[in-house]
C-alpha cells in the first residue's frame, strides 16, 4: 500500500498548497478502502449537520415552487415531510453496509453490476445528477443580481454566468481541502441556515393573512383530474430524496456506529432539506398573494416581503448554503469516481466534475425542466436504490467478498462477463423502461394508471426488486452470480 493508502503522511513535497493536494489525495484514496472503525471521525450530530448543509441549497425552493403548481398547502406539507422520510425509511438502509464496512456503497455495488459495470453506472450518475449543482449556481448567480438590483446596484446581464462559476468554484475550492475542512464549517454554518429557514417561514406567514396560505390551491383547468397532480407532487417528493441516493454513502462510511450513519441521512435529509422545501412553498404563495407572481429567488421573495435591509441576510441563505452544498456534493462524488477510476487524481475528477456544472450553466435550460429533469433523473436511480437493496438485504443477506470488491489477485469473483454483471446491467434497464411505460415525465402523460398510482419512483422501485430477486432464485442465473464466491465466505471481512 502507497503512503497515500496508508494514513501515514507523504515523505516528499514542500509547500502549504502542495501539502493540501497530498492530503486530499491521501484522503480519497482512503476512502476506497475499507475504514476501520478506529479511524471513523464522526458521531451522529456531525453526519446530521454535513448531510443537512448538503441538502439546504436554493434547489430546494425550486423544489418547493414547483410543489406549489400540482396542490394545496396542506397536501403539500404532509407530501414534503412525510412523502420524503417514507421513501428515506426504505432506501437509506443500505446505508448499513457502508457503516459497517466503512465502504462506499459503489464498492459494494462491483457485486451488483461487476468492476467496469460499476464504471458505467457511475459516470452514468454523474450525468443524470450533477445537474443538480448547475441548479445551486443559477439560483445563486440570480439571487446576487436581483439582490444587487434591490439596492439600486444593478448588474449587467452578462454578470449571471461568472456568478454561477464563482459558485461553483468555491464548492469546488472548500471540496479540494476535504471532508474535514467541510465538517468545521457546518457545525457553525446549519444551525444559522436552519434558524434562517424558520424565520423565513414565519416572515412569510406575517407578510399575508395565514389563511392566504393554509386555503391556498393552484390555479387549474377545471376538467383536470385532481388526483394526478397529487400523485404528481408525491412522485416530486420520492424523486426529491430518492437523487441524492449515489452520494448517500460518502458521509456515513465515516460514521462511528451503523444507527447513527442510519439515522443521519434520514433526518438531514428528510427533516432539514424539507424544511428548506417548504419555507420556498411558503414563501411562493405569499409572493403570489402580494405581487400576483411566484419566483423561485429567496432574495427576492424576502425582499419583497419583509424588506430590502432584510435581503441581505438571504446573501448567507444563498451564498453559503449554494457552496456549501457543491462543496459536499463535489467531494462525495469525487470520492465515488475515485472508487470507481483509482487512476484518475482526486483533484482531476473534480475539475471535471467543475466543468460539467459550468457547461451546463452555460446552456442555461436546467431550471427551465426542472420537473422533467426531476422525473428523469428518478427513473435511474429508482433502479439503482432497488437493486442495491434487493442485493443487499435479500439475495445476498448481508454477505459479500471485500477481497472480490476490491479486485485483489486470485479473487475475481466479481469479474461475471469481462467485468460487467448482464443481470444487474439487464434490471437496470428493465426498470427504466418500467418507469417510461408507466409515466412520460417530458410530455406529461400517465400511460398505466394504476401503477402510476403508486407513483412512478415508486412502482419501479417495487417491480425492479422483485425482477431481480426472481431472476436470482433461477439456478443457472444464481450461478452465475455467485460463481467462485462459496456464499461470500468471508462475509465482507
Known amino acids: 500500500m502507497s503512503a497515500a493508502g496508508s494514513g501515514k503522511p507523504p515523505l516528499h513535497g514542500s509547500g ?70 417514507l421513501m428515506l425509511l426504505i432506501y437509506q438502509l443500505p446505508v448499513i453496509l457502508s457503516v459497517r464496512f466503512g465502504i462506499d456503497i459503489w464498492v459494494y455495488l462491483k457485486t451488483v453490476f461487476g468492476h467496469g459495470g460499476v464504471r458505467l453506472v457511475a459516470v452514468l450518475i454523474i450525468i443524470i445528477n450533477f445537474p443538480w449543482y ?18 439600486g446596484l444593478p448588474l449587467p446581464s452578462w454578470s449571471h454566468l461568472p456568478l454561477a462559476i464563482l459558485c461553483a468554484t468555491a464548492g469546488t475550492v472548500l471540496a479540494l481541502r476535504g471532508v474535514a475542512a467541510i465538517a468545521v464549517a457546518t457545525r457553525i454554518l446549519v444551525p444559522i441556515l436552519i434558524a434562517v429557514g424558520v424565520l423565513v417561514i414565519v416572515i412569510a406567514f406575517r407578510a399575508v393573512p395565514a389563511e392566504a396560505i393554509w386555503s391556498y390551491r393552484p390555479a387549474r383547468d377545471g376538467n383536470t383530474d385532481n388526483i394526478i397532480p397529487y400523485i404528481m407532487s408525491i412522485e416530486a417528493n420520492f424523486a426529491f430524496v430518492i437523487t441524492l441516493v449515489g452520494g448517500m454513502a460518502g458521509i456515513p462510511r465515516l460514521v462511528r456506529a451503523e444507527r447513527a450513519g442510519y439515522w443521519a441521512g434520514v433526518l438531514g435529509q428528510g427533516v432539514s432539506g424539507s424544511l428548506f422545501v417548504v419555507a420556498g412553498a411558503v414563501m411562493s404563495i405569499a409572493m403570489q398573494h402580494v405581487a400576483g407572481q411566484a419566483t423561485e429567488d429567496p432574495t427576492l421573495m424576502l425582499a419583497t416581503l419583509a424588506s430590502p435591509a432584510f435581503a441581505l441576510a438571504s446573501l448567507m441563505l ?21 472508487a470507481s477510476f483509482s487512476s484518475v487524481r482526486y483533484r482531476t475528477l473534480l475539475l471535471i466534475l467543475l466543468a460539467y456544472v459550468c457547461g451546463l450553466c452555460a446552456w442555461g435550460g436546467i431550471t ?92 419501479t422501485f417495487v417491480i425492479t426488486a422483485a425482477l431481480y ?4 432464485r433461477i439456478p443457472r442465473i444464481r450461478r452465475y452470480l455467485f460463481r467462485g464466491e462459496h456464499g461470500a465466505e468471508d462475509g465482507g471481512k
Open 16 to 85: 502549504a498548497a502542495e501539502m493540501v493536494e497530498l492530503t486530499v489525495e491521501r484522503e480519497a484514496v482512503f476512502g476506497t478502502l475499507p475504514i476501520p472503525k478506529s479511524g471513523r471521525r464522526f458521531g451522529f450530530f456531525d453526519a446530521f449537520l454535513i448531510l443537512s448543509g448538503y441538502c439546504i441549497a436554493t434547489w430546494s425552493y425550486t423544489q418547493g415552487v414547483y410543489l406549489t403548481t400540482l396542490v394545496g398547502f396542506g397536501q403539500l406539507l404532509i407530501g414534503a415531510f412525510f412523502g420524503a422520510l
Open 134 to 151: 448547475s441548479v445551486c449556481a443559477e439560483l445563486f448567480a440570480s439571487s446576487m443580481q436581483n439582490l444587487s438590483a434591490v439596492f
Open 318 to 338: 444563498v451564498a453559503f448554503a449554494n457552496i456549501g452544498t457543491q462543496a459536499v456534493g463535489s467531494y462525495i462524488y469525487g470520492v465515488m469516481l475515485k
Open 368 to 459: 427551465k425542466y426542472f420537473g422533467a429533469f426531476l422525473t428523469i433523473a428518478a427513473c435511474v436511480y429508482a433502479p439503482l436504490a432497488a437493486l442495491l437493496f434487493a442485493d443487499f438485504f435479500i439475495v445476498r443477506r448481508g454477505r459479500f467478498s471485500l477481497r472480490a470488491a476490491f479486485g485483489l489477485p486470485g479473487h475475481g469473483e466479481y469479474s461475471f462477463t469481462r467485468g460487467f454483471n448482464l443481470v444487474g446491467l439487464f434490471c437496470v434497464a428493465a426498470g427504466v423502461a418500467v418507469s417510461l411505460l408507466i409515466y412520460d415525465p417530458v410530455n406529461s402523460i400517465v400511460h398505466i394508471r394504476p401503477l402510476f398510482m403508486l407513483t412512478p419512483t415508486g412502482a
Open 469 to 472: 430477486c426472481a431472476l436470482c
